[in-house]
């Protein structure tokens, strides 16, 4: 529809240049001849208005005789009469035309051809006409065309568009008007002109906003912010069924946006803007509505019946599960919404006077000021603010002195440094019990949301806004202390005080609650809550790196850890993935802690806790649903009690991930192979390309090498891969070929599960290729088995390790001979071949950097706890073979039947070559983790044996069981050799 | 002027890669880049074709307004499809990639639709990064890769094409949901008899004071 290019047939004695001052002559008579828009002369408009946009920037940057010409014709007067006449299809020329500004204001470099198109005050004239903004194109271009003006602000430009002695100004007054228009990007678009405007420091433009629009624009604001969360609320009463799961994240998505906006324009600093909106937002929005609704339960309760007062710390439970059961009255929300909204400005605003406000009331206010008001609230504050001051200024700035204000009636203000330590516990808490809790009733109903017993709904965010007002930045620790952090004490005289800080007990153990709730099968508690209250925990216990936990609390935190061993114990194997799903967890969760800010995010979490995986919601923040789940959840669960308990002890992870990555070969690692058993086999890739490499099998991995040019019987490792993770079929075509694909190991990088590679291996002959098959099979099996032992070690399952029990000598024996390969034939009948899959091979001392840690407290409890297993690990592995023919098809690798095998093939040692060496490539690190330091060439701690300076041996253990073989390939094995 | 679907676009990337150019030259394809005059605007639209429907772009850029967290987060949610530009000539702009994408990812609804770019392919003496590299960093992420050049016009209409392409067959899928019209996407006025309130389908005359949608 536009003529395009029309100009390009020439005539009418146009200029061959297109780009020069003659061509914008040419131009202006064409606009001087058509002054009146018409069906007929409106492509031939466009195309002008068009062509002067792109003759002025070319001009303010090869010409400015091209800009004089403009201003002396005064040519922006055209644009305006042009955009005034309501006929012939104006809004299409109109459109062009504020496309052509828009491309004149954003593409002009040249600070005075700039000036000159602000100067003649046409610009404001073209911002206050009247488009036609029912029509969504021009509405678009005019809001882009502000959007476009407020980015050239600054202290020079902005007297063009704000008048100082008219006060007017139109580029801010007529783009706020749209600021609530129903098209989002229009929206956008007014918020970025407003932060433009306020970006710009000019006093007297400042003035004029605050004076002129700040309240009604705030207050709109404000207004349309409420009116919101209405609809949010109703959203979330009306949908048990998490029907109108996408309205709801609008909804939640638009109150960010509007948090955000505010943030957005308190960071901004200016005092008094600051102080017009943070007054509207307290004052109409966040304590009459917000923190309000945090009271509709105790309210109504009081009303009812004094006395039951008393039970307002038994759980009740209906109330947290389902908001509808309580009556909106004058315009609250439900606790549960009004605890996830505050959590939101907690951890979105950081102004100050705002949270600052707002944490007092919800942490401080006690009963008195609930009772004479919302408006007496913030005044309540301010005097709490006054007091402070005073103190400071009197130079008794002590923040214990703060609690003398009779407004705070807070018991800490006894704390003394003379009192012992179980007054201090009784002292600790400001809330402590019943009595005094129910003198601060917005704490209160967050306190009671705590409770887990029906289900963590609430809960989840009780603990975020406790977690998001503890490390809020604008939030002093004077408010926040002792009820949210730990309070540091003066270090008394005398020494037998063992604390040093105090800490809020009865908060403690609500969440030490939720964490032994956790533990609990069949629990009803999410895990992103358990992460979120064990985050909580320890903001509210660590002081400087160290916790200051009691003993008895303690532990319960032990408690905690052994019950969720015990609940992982009930899944361990019983799924046949269970060793890819608990690394498949720990890289998940390595991925970073939970971010609460993004939890909040998340509009899923306020709709009643569910288990169905149908309805999109992330594992973590919904039920577990079926036994994999279950599964999934017990290992989580595992991890996260297990880290806190590190943490705790200001301990670091050795024992997780289960590879360690140091102990692993590398890519362009040189290894020393004499006598290591090395298959050469050519690797023939997918795409054709072939490689004659040798395969040398190490205990956890697959390796493929290349002479090394440089020493004799060295290798250089060219591709590495974890035995675990390969798949190996013959050929049935050529009995000298495998086909081998190697998956990538899991890794948080990246979803990215294209194998490591997929290729034929071609071997010398068919007894080559079986003995390489047979090796692979068994090695990807004694892999898993290996790791499947380190979990149970972890577990504490009892018979895993420790000292080296009658049924373990035969291994033990194995072991300490796998050295020495000649040895191990006659040794192949003393094991019992007969273990259950994971039971294996005796666990040798391995895992580099690994301590026993667990190997004590797992005797102590096979001694005491687990009358069922009897010492006698042999009994106990045939009552697990029994078990595991039960489950023929549990888990790949297991050994039907025992299997003697004549056919030993040992597996090679290779011996790492030093540091010096391996570090001529860059390394591949999987998962690095903090690991007590260790000699990088002493990957075996137990090869210690060997005299110390030769090249120790990097996996050696030698498979004795020449049962292993897997299920689906041991037959076929048999028959060919 | 009437429509079937309305899409929305943003363009994202480091500053100076070309983005409003990439716009100027898909919304006016009469801007001939002559004299190396470098021509950008922050808005536009155009009507294109997609399986006989009247589709609509509209796309608005980001540039400038980085600053400000609430309007990136607003943007990213709004659009249906976004246009992640790298210059080929400058590697730095190829390395930032990762935190532009973990940004619309977190930010935008899942279902939007990314296109990378490899912007400046006009200038191939002074390539620093290699269209290999591009395509292997759209594989990993799940993205559509072309290289483009704002100066030639080579591939604009592709990239922007393309990416309706995609998003068409999405609404075809039933993943987006057309009536949310926070997705970016909507539908024309005379298209939409299920929903005959659809706010700002051209017949408010006020814009102002509506009801928040």
Redesign the interface.
């Known amino acids: 529809m536009?003529r395009?290019?029309s100009w390009f047939s020439g005539g009418w004695g146009r200029p061959k240049n297109?780009?020069s001052l003659e061509h914008l002559k040419y131009l202006y008579n064409v606009l001087s001849r058509n002054q009146t828009v018409s069906e007929h002369n409106r492509g031939l408009l466009v195309e002008s208005l068009?062509s002067i946009?792109?003759i002025l920037?070319?001009g303010d940057?090869?010409d400015s005789s091209v800009f004089d010409f403009f201003l002396e014709k005064n040519m922006l007067s055209f644009f305006l009469r042009i955009m005034r006449q309501r006929s012939g299809g104006s809004s299409f020329v109109c459109v062009q035309l504020l496309?052509t500004l828009?491309?004149l204001f954003?593409?002009i470099r040249n600070e005075t051809s700039l000036y000159y198109l602000l100067s003649n005050n046409h610009v404001n004239s073209i911002i206050v006409h009247k488009f036609d903004?029912?029509?969504?194109?021009v509405?678009?271009?005019y809001i882009?065309f502000l959007?476009?003006l407020s980015?050239k602000l600054n202290a020079h430009t902005i007297h063009f568009f704000y008048n100082e002695h008219t006060n007017d100004f139109p580029l801010y007054t007529e783009a706020i008007?749209?600021?609530?228009?129903?098209?989002?990007?229009?929206?956008?678009a007014v918020?970025?002109l407003t932060?433009n405007v306020y970006k710009v420091d000019d006093t007297s433009m400042l003035a004029f906003i605050r004076d002129r629009t700040a309240a009604p624009y705030f207050s709109n604001i404000v207004w349309?912010i409420g009116?919101?969360i209405q609809?949010l609320d109703t959203c979330v009463r009306n949908d048990a069924d998490h029907q109108s799961q996408?309205?709801l994240s609008?909804l939640v998505?638009?109150h960010?946006?509007h948090l955000?906006?505010i943030?957005?324009i308190l960071c901004l600093n200016i005092i008094d803007l600051n102080h017009v909106l943070t007054d509207h937002l307290l004052h109409k929005l966040l304590i009459p509505l917000y923190i309000y609704s945090l009271s509709s339960a105790r309210r109504k309760m009081s009303a009812n019946d004094t006395a039951t007062q008393r039970m307002s710390l038994t759980p009740k439970s209906s109330h947290h599960n389902s908001p509808k059961s309580h009556e909106m009255t004058n315009g609250k929300v439900s606790c549960v919404v009004a605890l996830f909204l505050l959590s939101q400005v907690f951890l979105i605003l950081s102004h100050s006077p705002l949270t600052q406000t707002l944490a007092w009331i919800i942490l401080k206010a006690d009963k008195s000021v609930f009772e004479s008001g919302v408006d007496k609230l913030h005044d309540f504050f301010e005097y709490y603010e006054r007091r402070k001051t005073e103190d400071e200024a009197s130079g008794s700035g002590h923040s214990e002195r703060d609690s003398d204000s009779p407004k705070e009636n807070i018991l800490s203000d006894k704390t003394n440094i003379n009192i012992t330590d179980e007054e201090k516990e009784k002292l600790a808490d400001p809330a402590e019990g019943a009595a005094s809790l129910k003198n601060f009733p917005f704490l209160e109903t967050v306190y009671e949301a705590l409770d887990c017993t029906e289900n963590d709904y609430a809960a989840l965010f009780a603990l975020s806004l406790l977690y998001a007002m503890a490390s809020n930045e604008g939030v002093t620790s004077d408010i926040t202390e002792q009820v949210l952090r730990p309070k540091k004490l003066y270090v008394s005289k005398n020494s037998d005080v063992s604390k040093d800080a105090l800490y809020n007990t009865y908060l403690v153990e609500k969440v030490l609650q939720i964490i032994i709730f956790s533990c609990q099968p069949s629990c009803r508690v999410r895990l992103v809550t358990l992460e979120l209250a064990l985050k909580l925990f320890v903001q509210l216990t660590v002081c400087d790196g160290k916790t200051v936990l009691s003993e008895s609390h303690r532990n319960t935190v032990e408690t905690a850890r052994v019950q969720s061993m015990a609940l992982l114990r009930n899944f361990y194997k019983s799924e046949e993935i269970f060793l890819d799903m608990f690394e498949h967890e720990y890289c998940d969760m390595s991925k970073g802690s939970l971010n609460v800010e993004?939890l909040c995010m998340d509009s899923a979490i306020l709709l009643p806790p569910t288990g169905t995986p149908m309805t999109g919601i992330d594992f973590t923040k919904r039920l577990p649903c079926g036994e994999v789940e279950r599964a999934r959840r017990a290992i989580r669960v595992y991890f996260l009690v297990r880290n806190l308990v590190l943490t705790l002890n200001g301990e670091v992870e050795t024992q997780l991930p289960l590879t360690n990555p140091q102990s692993c070969v590398q890519i362009d690692q040189a290894l020393d192979l004499n006598n290591s058993d090395l298959i050469a086999c050519t690797v023939v890739y997918k795409d054709g390309a072939k490689m004659r490499r040798f395969l040398v099998i190490d205990i956890l991995q697959l390796i493929l090498v290349e002479p090394d040019s440089k020493r004799l019987g060295w290798g250089v490792a060219k591709l590495v891969g974890f035995l675990q993770d390969i798949e190996v079929t013959g050929d049935k075509d050529d009995s000298r070929c495998l086909h081998i694909t190697i998956h990538r190991p899991i890794s948080g990088a990246?979803s990215?599960r294209v194998p490591l590679l997929n290729a034929k291996f071609v071997f010398d002959d068919n007894i080559r290729c079986m003995a390489a098959k047979q090796r692979l099979t068994k090695g990807r099996i004694k892999a898993r088995q290996k790791k499947m032992q380190h979990i149970a070690r972890l577990l504490e399952i009892p018979g895993q390790s420790g000292p080296p029990s009658p049924a373990f000598a035969g291994q033990g024996a194995s072991y300490s001979r796998s050295a020495r390969p000649t040895a191990r034939a006659e040794n192949r009948f003393l094991f019992n071949i007969n273990r259950g899959p994971g039971f294996a091979a005796p666990r040798r001392e391995s895992s580099p950097g690994v301590v026993h840690r667990a190997d004590e407290s797992m005797r102590r409890l096979r001694d005491g706890e687990s009358p069922n297993r009897a010492p006698n690990a042999r009994r106990d592995s045939g009552r697990k073979e029994t078990r595991s023919k039960e489950r023929v098809k549990s888990r790949e690798g297991s050994p039907r039947m025992p299997r003697p095998r004549s056919e030993e093939i040992p597996l090679e040692l290779i011996k790492k070559a030093p540091q010096s060496i391996i570090d001529m490539a860059p390394k591949i690190t999987i998962l690095p983790r903090p690991q007590t330091p260790k000699i990088a060439n002493e990957p075996e701690p137990s090869t210690s044996n060997e005299p110390p300076k030769e090249t120790p041996k990097l996996d050696i253990s030698v498979s004795k069981e020449t049962s292993f073989i897997a299920e689906e390939n041991g037959e076929e094995t048999e028959e060919k050799l | 002027m009437s429509y079937a679907y309305l899409f929305k676009y943003i363009i994202i990337g480091d500053t100076g890669v070309g983005k409003s150019c990439l716009l100027l030259q898909f919304t006016d394809k009469r801007f001939q880049p002559v004299h190396d005059l470098t021509i950008g605007v922050e808005f536009g639209a155009r009507m294109i074709t997609i399986d006989s429907k009247q589709i609509k772009l509209q796309i608005w850029d980001t540039a400038g307004q980085e600053a400000f967290r609430s309007i990136t987060r607003s943007y990213y949610r709004g659009a249906a499809g976004a246009l992640l530009v790298y210059d080929i000539t400058r590697r730095e702009t190829f390395n930032h990639l990762t935190t532009w994408l973990d940004d619309a990812r977190q930010h935008s609804n899942s279902n939007m639709v990314i296109m990378l770019i490899g912007n400046k392919s006009d200038l191939e003496s002074r390539r620093e990064v290699k269209k290999e590299e591009g395509e292997a960093f759209a594989r990993e992420h799940g993205l559509v890769f072309m290289e483009t050049s704002a100066k030639t016009a080579a591939n604009v209409e592709e990239a922007f094409i393309n990416t309706a392409k995609e998003i068409y067959e999405k609404i075809q899928e039933g993943v987006f949901d057309i009536n949310n019209e926070a997705n970016g996407i909507k539908i024309g006025p005379q298209h939409s008899p299920t929903n005959p309130s659809l706010p700002g389908s051209g017949s408010s005359g006020g814009s102002q004071g509506s009801g928040c949608c």
């Open positions: 536009f395009s290019r297109l780009h068009r946009a792109e920037i070319w940057q090869n496309q828009n491309i954003e593409n903004f029912s029509d969504e194109e509405m678009a271009y882009s959007k476009t980015l008007k749209f600021f609530n228009h129903p098209e989002s990007m229009v929206r956008i918020r970025t932060l349309f009116k919101h609809e996408n309205r609008d998505a638009e960010l946006d955000h906006y943030n957005d993004w990246s990215n």
